[in-house]
């Protein structure tokens, strides 16, 4: 059973760090790249990037270029979203999901919000 879970995010203030993990299990680790993707209150998901969790090749979407910085463990089958530079508008849910045996799996999603 695929399961990716994420424990909680919380508030950081505008300019500060924040980092999102996201525990893999059920499925072979370095043979799905992961998504983050997140989604405001009220709005639509936006994509954030993936990462090839076999050497860490990262993707990341024009909003978080350069503030965003994707990572794994393989060891402990866990992914990370290091927020960096962080603006209001990075205030959403996060989740991570993958595309397995036909659909996607997603994680339960977690807040992040940027207030001062």
């Known amino acids: 059973q695929v399961q990716l879970v994420e424990p909680g995010g919380g508030l950081v203030q505008p300019g500060g760090s924040l980092r999102l993990s996201c525990a893999a299990s059920?499925?072979?680790?370095?043979?799905?790249?992961v998504h983050w993707v997140r989604q405001a209150p009220g709005k639509g998901l936006e994509w954030v990037g993936n990462?090839?969790?076999?050497?860490?090749?990262?993707v990341y979407a024009d909003s978080v270029k350069g503030r965003f910085t994707f990572s794994r463990d393989t060891a402990k089958k866990t992914l990370y979203l290091q927020m960096s530079s962080v603006k209001s508008e990075d205030t959403d849910v996060y989740y991570c999901?993958?595309?397995?045996?036909?659909?996607?799996?997603w994680s339960q999603g977690t807040q992040v919000t940027v207030s001062p």
């Open positions: 059920g499925f072979t680790f370095s043979s799905y790249w």
């Open positions: 990462i090839n969790p076999v050497d860490g090749f990262s």
């Open positions: 999901k993958i595309f397995y045996w036909g659909r996607d799996h």
